[in-house]
Antibody
């Protein structure tokens, strides 16, 4: 069974940093692109970033470029999102998802709240 | 690519047909368009990819169509479990983008 489990969310002050993790199991993690998608409270889905299966190619939405870094450790079957210079508008549930285009497998999400 | 979904809310009864629209600001290459269903407190669920291909385990009452800039999702006969929010997503260009969603609610 494919499983994606996010962790690392929480309350952080504006300007602060947080690192999200996504533990993958049930599939060959190193063979798949991976993606982070977020959803602010009461709003729709926003694609954040994706990363190639070998980690050598990444893409970001403009609103997080220069602040967020997506990475992966294929030996640990894990995906990461390092978030720096956090803003109130980054408050959202962050989902990791399998695939770099559409995603058939999603985690349950981890909530990030940016507030003083 | 900006995706605009309409209507924002669709009020229908079980058994009725639902037609949701997704319009792109530019042509979506190779029909790289997907549809997702999301229920409160849950992660999105992939329904359709490639504009018209059903994902694994998706009932055949869900169908997708369209090309270029105009796409649609049709639910032939609404079941109680189909009342949810639906999103389209294009994956032909970076950054990938989602529509703002259509809520299908019980009338």
């Amino acid at each position: 069974e494919v499983q994606l489990v996010e962790s690392g969310g929480g309350l952080v002050q504006p300007g602060g940093s947080l690192r999200l993790s996504c533990a993958a199991s049930g599939f060959s993690f190193s063979s798949y692109w991976m993606t982070w998608v977020r959803q602010a409270p009461g709003t729709g889905l926003e694609w954040v970033a994706n990363i190639k299966h070998d980690g050598n190619e990444t893409s970001y939405v403009d609103s997080v470029k220069g602040r967020f870094t997506i990475s992966r450790d294929n030996a640990k079957n894990s995906l990461y999102l390092q978030m720096n210079s956090l803003r109130a508008e980054d408050t959202a549930v962050y989902y990791c998802a399998r695939g770099g285009s559409y995603s058939a497998a999603w985690g349950q999400g981890t909530l990030v709240t940016v507030s003083s | 690519i900006v995706l605009t979904q309409s209507p924002g809310t669709l009020s229908l009864s079980p058994g009725e047909r639902a037609t949701l629209s997704c319009r792109a600001s530019q042509s979506v290459s190779s029909s790289y368009l997907a549809w997702y269903q999301q229920k409160p407190g849950q992660a999105p669920r992939l329904l359709i990819y490639g504009a018209s291909s059903r994902a694994t385990g998706i009932p055949d009452r869900f169908s997708g169509s369209g090309s270029g800039t105009d796409f649609s999702l049709t639910i032939s006969r609404l079941e109680p479990e189909d009342f949810a929010v639906y999103y389209c997503q294009q994956y032909g260009r970076l950054p990938r983008t989602f529509g703002q969603g259509t809520k299908v609610e019980i009338k």
